[in-house]
């Protein structure tokens, strides 16, 4: 690999690359230990060394077999996705509307939606534990979902780019004969793939990393979600950094495969959306 | 094919008024191109025929319908835009069949009607490609294809050649003419582009704020303006408008003398005399009904003509030479006019009195 410049010429470069190189170190140190202490044996534990004397898969193995983890993983990644198809549904569609139609009131709907976005998710959880209470939905999937249905970011961030999309393209689609919804599915929606990717992968991680609201909405091991699963191994007296450690190794797959295989997506969509006007 | 009729079509938007009341009458198979500067309500006027937007009163006729409350789908009109609006996830082939498979046409006929839509535009070899592979001209032939495969009643195009360039623009220009010439279809036109408006129109509609100017057949509009802004608006240099005043059988004009004008009213008032750059000559000698002393400022040669920019009483005159004459700049002519070239317009209602 070549570094693409001479380093005798541009000292500037030298320096940025450094500092390039020192971050990327910083951002994956935390990851490699991850993936050390899985690896470590229950003596080695607090040993600090990246690389295990011992390496051993004796914590994979417990974390299939013994705990519950498997169950988790599953409630997870079945919340993540709903969760996700659900955002990215219901907010283009959301944005959409703001962004096209002209009605009273529309203003006012678009700054009520984005000022949810000033409520931070502590002050929402008692409210939203009365009303999971009151309707049944404690310890449900749907109770551990439903504040992430539709979020004010992602209306926003659609609305933005929906922007981007040019009114005679819905014109000339109501001209051939789409329905109202079909125009935002067949015409509009395609162009703004970008934004959908993005907002995928935001969604989904945001959800499977969720901690604060799965742990209070969910009082049974079975219904646990990742997250909460990998915490109850830190108990009162001890925590078992290896398993948490197992668990947030696995944990990080799906994560890495959706980002994966939408940054794909994010870039066939510029691709496609670079269309001279 | 169908006519189309305007009676009393009002649009307003919130406090503003786009378009105050106008009729219009367009004939089976005319080409009518609706011309103004923008602002002047005939982009709004052309979404209300094709139904994008709604009307504050009146009524819109297509054919012997009244199409007010039609979902475009439903007018039996296609319409191409200005910046092409052409679906860019799409092929060529799937936009122009597009519209076709809303319509739920047979697989075997849409086929036929897009290949030969593609045949008249010249688009058989790019069907597969995507829109953002062409150029600006070949995505304005794929929008005008897929009006076409629609086989409408009526074309509506809405400035559909203002972002091409002057070259290409002159070549679609043709193309679209040929286009109504082998179909037949009624064609209803916008544009701020006068040339556009005399080439291809069988009758034009001069707009301004919303109201009709005049409207006639490119000649009538060109040689009888009804109105000083429309002999403004069309042709180009502008017609040239010297003030004074009429009456008893004469034009006094401000500053450059008088001359005879028949018919004339008694009462003395105010008027503008128009006369356009085509009509005014450069001649070193000879008289016509308007004859004028001048010193040239500014010389534009175009090729087979000349413009000439003088200085006549202190007012700025464009006058057309023959583009061999050898003129210099400083020099004094005579610019000169026939009286059929002569329009008089009233100072206060802009209206043409002759």
Redesign the interface.
């Known amino acids: 690999m070549t570094l693409g410049f001479d380093p005798r010429r541009d000292p500037r470069k030298i320096a940025i690359w450094t500092l390039v190189a020192l971050g990327g170190v910083v951002m994956v140190m935390p990851f490699a230990f991850m993936i050390s202490t899985s690896l470590k044996s229950r003596e080695e534990l607090y040993d600090l060394r990246l690389f295990p004397l011992a390496p051993t898969l004796e914590n994979y193995i417990y974390l299939f077999r013994e705990s519950r983890f498997v169950r988790w993983f599953l409630n997870s990644f079945v919340i993540a996705s709903i969760s996700t198809a659900s955002v990215l549904f219901f907010d283009s569609l959301a944005g959409y509307v703001l962004c096209k139609y002209r009605f009273k009131g529309r203003q006012i709907v678009f700054i009520a939606i984005l000022s949810t976005l000033m409520i931070p998710t502590e002050m929402l959880v008692i409210p939203w534990y009365v009303m999971s209470k009151n309707l049944g939905w404690l310890n449900t999937y749907w109770g551990i979902m439903f504040p992430g249905m539709i979020t004010g970011f992602g209306v926003f961030l659609m609305k933005q780019f929906f922007e981007t999309v040019?009114d005679?393209?819905i014109?000339?689609?109501?001209?051939?004969?789409?329905s109202e919804f079909r125009i935002f599915w067949e015409?509009a929606l395609?162009?703004v793939t970008p934004a959908l990717s993005a907002l995928a992968i935001f969604t989904f991680l945001g959800s499977w990393t969720a901690f604060l609201w799965p742990l209070i909405v969910t009082n049974s091991a079975s219904n646990y979600t990742v997250p909460v699963g990998l915490a109850s191994f830190s108990g009162e007296f001890t925590t078992e950094w290896n398993m948490i450690m197992t668990g947030a190794a696995v944990a990080t797959i799906p994560t890495l495969v959706v980002f994966i295989l939408l940054q794909k997506y994010i870039i066939r969509g510029v691709?496609?959306?670079?269309?001279?006007? | 094919m169908a006519s189309v009729t305007l009676s009393g079509v009002v649009k307003r938007f919130d406090k503003t008024t786009a378009v105050h009341g106008i009729d219009l009458d367009i004939a089976d198979g005319e080409f009518v191109v609706l011309v103004g500067p923008s602002g002047c309500g005939k982009s709004t006027t052309l979404?209300m025929i094709?139904?994008?937007e709604d009307l504050t009163s009146g009524d819109i006729r297509i054919g012997e319908r009244i199409v007010n409350r039609l979902?475009?789908?439903d007018r039996n009109?296609?319409?191409v835009?200005?910046?092409?609006?052409?679906?860019?996830?799409m092929t060529v082939h799937k936009n122009i069949a597009?519209?076709l498979r809303?319509?739920k046409l047979a697989k075997a006929d849409e086929e036929r009607r897009v290949r030969e839509a593609a045949a008249v535009l010249g688009l058989t070899g790019l069907l597969e490609r995507r829109?953002?592979q062409l150029s600006g001209g070949q995505r304005q032939r794929v929008a005008i294809g897929?009006a076409m495969v629609r086989n409408p009643a009526v074309f509506l195009f809405d400035e559909p050649l203002s972002?091409l360039d002057a070259q290409l623009r002159a070549q679609m220009r043709l193309e679209i003419k040929k286009l109504h010439q082998g179909l037949a279809t009624t064609v209803i036109y916008v544009t701020h582009d006068q040339v556009e408006a005399m080439t291809l129109a069988d009758r034009i509609v001069v707009m301004r704020d919303g109201r009709i100017e005049q409207i006639g057949t490119p000649t009538e509009v060109y040689r009888q303006p009804a109105t000083m802004f429309v002999a403004r608006f069309i042709g180009s240099p502008s017609m040239n408008m010297i003030p004074g005043t009429t009456g008893q059988g004469a034009v006094e004009l401000d500053g450059l003398g008088r001359i005879e004008a028949p018919g004339s009213a008694e009462v003395r008032r105010p008027i503008f005399l128009g006369v356009r750059p085509d009509d005014l000559r450069v001649a070193a000698g000879g008289a016509g009904a308007l004859t004028l002393e001048a010193r040239i400022n500014v010389i534009e040669p175009l090729g087979p003509d000349t413009l000439v920019y003088a200085d006549a009483g202190g007012r700025e005159l464009v006058a057309k030479a023959d583009g061999r004459a050898a003129l210099r700049r400083g020099e004094a002519v005579k610019l000169v006019a026939d009286a059929d070239a002569l329009h008089v317009f009233d100072a206060g209602t802009e209206a043409r009195l002759s």
């Open positions: 040019p005679a393209l014109d000339a689609a109501r001209i051939d004969g789409l015409v395609p162009l691709i496609l959306s670079g269309v001279k006007g | 979404r094709a139904g994008l979902e475009p789908k009109i296609a319409m835009f200005q910046n092409y609006a052409i679906y860019p996830h597009f519209g809303m319509a829109p953002s897929r972002n």
